[in-house]
């Protein structure tokens, strides 16, 4: 049988809750964890290798293709928010919280600020 990717897993997990049907759920090994074993636990102790893609989204104004082809190493695009303003945090395209922007030393990161 077929390894899964991320989302296969996560479609077969939901189609099959309740059987006991096996499947491949790491993509690393070929072994196969049991439906029944996995609703045991929870999804960090079951699905740690899931991987999953974080998105923040920064709203800019006035932002047109022309601007898009005249980018370069060191351009500044200027936003349409404030250093205080939340900004949502998707996951896999699904918004999960609500974020700001704070400098750790020379890093730039985003604090949660709000769960949804």
Known sequence: ???????????????????????????ETSSTTTLAAARTGSAEQQLPWLPCMLGLEIPVVNFTVDTLLKLKPGSLVETSCHQSTDLPLRVNGILMAWTEFEVIGERLAARITDLV
């Open 1 to 27: 049988m077929k390894a899964l990717n991320g989302k296969t897993a996560i479609a077969a997990y939901e189609a099959f809750v309740g059987s006991s049907t096996s499947i491949p759920v790491s993509p």
